[in-house]
């Protein structure tokens, strides 16, 4: 975590080394924004279980 927050402290445009942490967390965000654009209303349930007809 203290190499990551380096990281993100000397990223810019003329750095010469990779920064593969910050790639990571970038990577990371898009991920999560292609699949919060493919969400749909019902497509999803929060908070409720399934019940299952073969237990007794």
Excluded: H
């Amino acid at each position: 975590m203290r190499r990551l927050e380096e990281q993100f402290l000397l990223v810019n445009r003329a750095m010469k080394s990779p920064a593969d942490g910050v790639d990571c967390v970038e990577g990371g965000v898009w991920i999560v924004n292609q699949k919060i654009t493919t969400l749909t209303s019902g497509s999803y349930t929060i908070g409720q279980r399934r019940v299952s007809k073969k237990r007794f």
